[in-house]
């Protein structure tokens, strides 16, 4: 059987899924950002973290991540507004040039989080794009992805 997007309806117009019968579950997903920063920017880091004229770059990121989590449903369209359980967000310096990140969102309700955490991820990213661009614009996003999902219909596991 073929799939069928979910956000189209029978009339070929965009549409957001009614979720009204749906029963709230627990839900949580986790989404992974690695970053190329080069030995350069890594080199800036003292206790896991660079602090610049516009802060602690870290600490800063995590905000700006917990926030996008937050505004999912203001950025992309067909997201529901979410009563978000718990995010965490975590910055690892994996080597001398790539930083990973990981976000966890948490809720309990009637649809999934996963483009809470990946826009979660993906802003944390930018965060630490903007707040060390002035070292050096060889900076590269490589990849955003969704690594586990639970809850709904059915779980995913990268």
């Known amino acids: ?3 069928k997007f979910s956000h189209i309806n029978k009339k070929n117009q965009p549409n957001m899924v009614n979720v009204g019968n749906k029963a709230v ?33 870290f600490q800063t990121a995590i905000v700006a ?18 009563s978000i359980n718990g995010i965490s967000i975590n910055i690892d310096i994996v080597d001398q040039e790539h930083l990973e990140i990981l976000c ?12 809470e955490a990946l826009t979660g991820a993906t802003v944390t990213a930018l965060t630490i794009y903007d707040m060390c661009k002035s070292i050096s614009q060889k900076i590269i996003i490589k990849e955003v992805k969704l690594l586990e999902k639970k809850g709904g219909k059915s779980d995913y596991k990268s």
């Open 1 to 3: 059987m073929k799939k």
């Open 65 to 82: 991540g917990i926030q996008a989590v937050k505004k999912t449903s203001d950025l992309i369209p067909m997201c529901h507004p979410l």
């Open 104 to 115: 966890t969102v948490d809720i309990e309700g009637k649809t999934g989080v996963e483009m």
């Open 25 to 57: 579950t627990k839900r949580k997903a986790i989404a992974k950002a690695t970053l190329f920063l080069g030995k350069e920017i890594v080199a800036n880091f003292t206790d896991n973290d660079i602090i610049t004229k516009k802060g602690p770059v």
